[in-house]
Nanobody, 120 residues
Framework: EVQLVESGGGLVQAGGSLRLSCAAS????????IGWYRQAPGKEREGVLC????????YYTDSVKGRFAISGDNAKNTVNLQMNSLKPEDTAVYYC?????????????WGRGTRVAASS
């Protein structure tokens, strides 16, 4: 079965850090861009970051610049999202998504999400 599985979510105090991982099952990331999205309670889902197959990085949300970083591990077929200096407004369900092609193309595969909460 082709799927993406996120892990690493949890509850931290504001200012803390979390590292999310997105692992592929049933396929490899070759040729795919991998993006992280989030959906806060009562809000629409928004893009956070994306890394292309050539490791070009796109930020979708200015508020995470300087705090979040995305990286890929081809050997493990995973993409990680390092989140530092977390703020209460970062609280959301975080999803990873695989796009066959560029970051700005349509998502082909969604993960089920992992919850992140930063308390004030």
């Amino acid at each position: 079965e082709v799927q993406l599985v996120e892990s690493g979510g949890g509850l931290v105090q504001a200012g803390g850090s979390l590292r999310l991982s997105c692992a592929a099952s049933g396929f490899t990331f070759d040729g795919y861009a991998i993006g992280w999205y989030r959906q806060a309670p009562g809000k629409e889902r928004e893009g956070v970051l994306c890394i292309s197959s050539s490791e070009s990085i796109t930020y979708y949300t200015d508020s995470v610049k300087g705090r979040f970083a995305i990286s890929g591990d081809n050997a493990k077929n995973t993409v990680n999202l390092q989140m530092n200096s977390l703020k209460p407004e970062d609280t959301a369900v975080y999803y990873c998504a695989a796009v066959f092609g560029r970051c700005d193309e349509g998502v082909n595969i969604w993960g089920r999400g992992t919850r992140v909460a930063a308390s004030s």
